[in-house]
């Protein structure tokens, strides 16, 4: 079994958060579980759109605001062994200002998890 964190190109933090989701038409809100500078893992109530590129609004814990970017899909997980149900998305375009806020929070460590 490969190692899925040893693939990573980024480092990964946990984070408490909330994620506006919109694509084409159809809005979901979750909470972000954890995030990196190239995508993060979302916990939202129903399946996101695997076809379809996706708007994502993110409100992190000691950030000084919202975090927009565009995304995709990735994978996703149904709950196992404690895990939460939730998707993977990849950032396709972010821009300098919110790259920099993601920067600074992720060298930061994220938040303590519960």
């Known amino acids: 079994m490969t190692d899925t964190k040893n693939r990573r190109k980024n480092r990964r933090v946990p984070t408490r958060g909330t994620i506006q989701v919109f694509s084409e038409g159809t809005f979901t809100e979750g909470t972000v579980g954890d995030i990196s500078l190239g995508g993060l893992f979302l916990v939202v109530p129903e399946r996101i759109p695997e076809d379809r590129p996706l708007q994502v609004q993110l409100l992190l814990h000691e950030t000084p605001g919202p975090i927009e970017a565009e995304a995709m899909f990735r994978w996703s997980r149904d ?4 895990k ?3 998707f993977g998305v990849e ?3 972010i821009g300098p200002d919110a790259q920099n806020i993601l920067t600074e929070f992720i060298a930061s ?3 303590e998890e519960d």
């Open 91 to 93: 950032f396709t375009d």
């Open 79 to 82: 709950m196992e062994k404690g």
């Open 84 to 86: 939460r149900r939730g």
């Open 109 to 111: 460590g994220g938040i």
